[in-house]
């Protein structure tokens, strides 16, 4: 009996002793497993954290391209002239372009051994972490062909191929010995790059249509200051050869570069106004150090500010009187009241010239743009001479590149060529007075420059037959105007509809543009453009109080983003500083695609 337990005993402590063997198999394999799954985990998640980093750092370098090309380069092209660019050129040295003008301020340079220019772009902490993980990314530019140029003077093209790439090495763990740091430790590398990609620069006389806002002194003619706030926004590069004033906090915002001639701004600091060489008030105010200032006055500037920007000289009569030729051709000034085609031997020589008297209002001329059945464009000017209103008709043929014209009611004049002044820019229409009335539609194909030398006044829409309504863009389309006064305003006037809506690029190198009668009557609704304002100071459209209009216009202006890329009005003014577009116009603002490289 006695035996039998004995051999209980053992039997069970056999069964626990194999049940233990079991549970500790079973447990070294779970331990096992759980050490392996951390380990892949472990690694997986390193693989992630670097491709997110280098993914990171590839778009940083892609924003500074953006950035160098054409901000930084532009506001180095505004300071030189054509003997400072032409070298590059001749002596095929397109890389060398970019190391000496691609760059702002104290900012690194492309470094260039001729063949290639590289830029390492300078990462925040953030990507780079000692010893646990370190990112970098290059940007490699290489030549596209021989730079070319049109003149002399310009245009002068360089073309690229650009590179991105991007690379982090991470830490995973150590090795054998486990010490963090040695020789063996293990890493995990990744690297991308976006597609190559071919671009081309192209430097050139700036045009005055590139401007959003442009004013020789920015307040109106009377003095007043005027104050950019919330309500103030602007698509594209903004100047004044004076200072800027804002107020509130936010204030106006930008999009692209701004600049001021005065190296001090005006902040309206709670209505006790103040200058302050900054952009914002306080100058410390919501940044790093100084979180807990609050800002009264900060615009947003989602490209560069620049104060103490060089002056750029409005147009001067020099220009005008160069307009005024290409309009006139090979015809001498008229001294006779009238609308002249100047021509030659049956063809055109210059544009359509309407002599006016300027001791008179009496024969100003009135101008409207219509598009007829056959897609021509139409020109019907009416004036008075005497006691006679009279009315041109000009009809631009395009099937067959000839111009008709109808004087009250007539019999028709064709005319071989088209009314494109003497270098066959676009249409331009160039009165030597008052234009007392202008409105109508700028047909799809067609390019226009309307001046005077005196007021014109807006009397109706002004639209381009081709453009998107919502939103409003002309992006893609070929209509474009130019609308000039020469020697007196812009203006909205009296007669003109509620809401009106005006495309085209508007001048006014000695005055403004402005509403008629802006601080009287009820409120007229919104004015819309699509385009840009060039003017000697900035003019009235309504008055407001606590946010409500009061009188005139509410100003909603949209920037025609198609200048940017040297799309211009024919025959409209150019400055005397350079600057440059970029082809394809978006190609640093669309990312392109990347993959990820062997290491």
């Not at 219509?370 to 041109?392: A, E, F, L, M």
């Not at 037959?465 to 389309?477: E, F, M, R, V």
Request: net charge neutral; glycine share 10%.
């Amino acid at each position: 009996m006695a035996k039998s337990k004995k051999n209980e005993k053992g039997a069970l402590l056999i069964l626990v002793a194999i049940i233990i063997t079991v549970i500790a198999i079973l447990t070294g394999a779970y331990l096992s497993r759980l050490v392996t799954e951390k380990k892949s985990f472990t690694d997986e998640r390193g693989v992630f954290q670097a491709m997110s980093l280098s993914e990171s750092a590839a778009n940083m370098a892609y924003a500074e391209l953006n950035k160098r090309l054409p901000t930084d380069l532009n506001s180095r092209l505004i300071a030189v002239n054509a003997s400072d660019i032409r070298p590059y050129v001749t002596g095929n040295n397109p890389l060398g372009f970019l190391v000496n003008f691609a760059y702002s301020g104290s900012a690194t340079r492309f470094s260039s051994d001729n063949s290639t220019a590289v830029l390492s772009i300078p990462l925040p902490d953030y990507l780079n972490k000692g010893s646990d993980w370190n990112t970098t990314a290059n940007i490699t530019i290489t030549s596209n062909g021989t730079p070319t140029e049109d003149d002399v003077d310009g245009p002068f093209r360089f073309n690229y191929r650009y590179k991105i790439q991007a690379a982090t090495r991470m830490w995973q763990g150590s090795g054998a010995d486990g010490i963090k740091g040695t020789s063996d430790d293990k890493y995990v590398r990744k690297i991308i790059s976006y597609a190559p990609n071919s671009f081309q620069v192209v430097a050139l006389h700036g045009n005055f249509a590139k401007f959003a806002l442009f004013t020789d002194h920015h307040k109106t003619a009377s003095g007043t200051t005027v104050w950019f706030t919330a309500d103030t926004n602007f698509y594209g590069p903004v100047h004044t050869n004076e200072r800027f004033s804002f107020a509130n906090n936010p204030s106006a915002e930008f999009t692209d570069a701004v600049s001021q001639s005065y190296g001090d701004v005006r902040f309206y600091n709670n209505g006790s106004s103040k200058l302050l060489a900054g952009n914002s008030n306080p100058l410390c105010c919501e940044r790093s150090g100084c979180l807990t200032t609050p800002c009264r006055d900060k615009p947003i500037f989602n490209s560069t500010f620049t104060t103490s920007a060089d002056v750029i000289s409005l147009p001067s009569s020099v220009s005008q009187t160069e307009m005024k030729n290409d309009a006139l051709g090979t015809l001498s000034a008229p001294s006779s009241t009238g609308v002249y085609i100047p021509n030659q031997a049956g063809s055109v020589t210059g544009g359509i010239y309407i002599k006016g008297s300027t001791s008179t209002s009496a024969d100003d001329a009135t101008i409207v743009m219509s598009v007829d059945g056959s897609n021509d464009p139409v020109y019907t000017i009416t004036q008075k001479i005497g006691t006679t209103t009279h009315t041109t008709v000009v009809t631009e043929l395009l099937s067959t590149s000839q111009t008709k014209v109808v004087v009250d009611g007539g019999a028709a004049t064709t005319y071989n060529g088209k009314p494109d002044g003497t270098g066959n820019e676009g249409t331009l229409i160039y009165s030597s007075d008052t234009i007392k009335g202008f409105s109508g539609t700028v047909q799809s194909s067609t390019k226009i420059t309307v001046a005077s030398e005196k007021d014109v006044v807006i009397t109706n829409n002004v639209k381009y037959q081709n453009y998107t309504a919502s939103p409003l863009s002309a992006t893609g389309y070929d209509n474009i105007l130019g609308l000039i006064s020469w020697g007196g305003n812009l203006r909205i006037g009296t007669a003109a509809p509620d809401d009106i809506e005006i495309h085209g690029i508007m001048m006014a190198p000695a005055g403004v543009f402005t509403v008629d009668d802006y601080n009287m009557g009820s409120p007229r609704g919104t004015a819309t453009l699509l385009g840009g304002v060039i003017t000697s100071y900035y003019g009235a459209f309504g008055t407001f109080s606590g946010g409500s209009s009061q009188s005139g216009y509410g100003r909603h202006f949209v920037y025609d983003s198609r200048v940017l890329s040297g799309i211009a009005p024919p025959y409209f003014p150019y400055m005397t500083s350079y600057t440059s577009s970029i082809a394809p116009q978006d190609i640093f603002r669309t990312r392109t695609s990347w993959r990820e490289q062997e290491s």
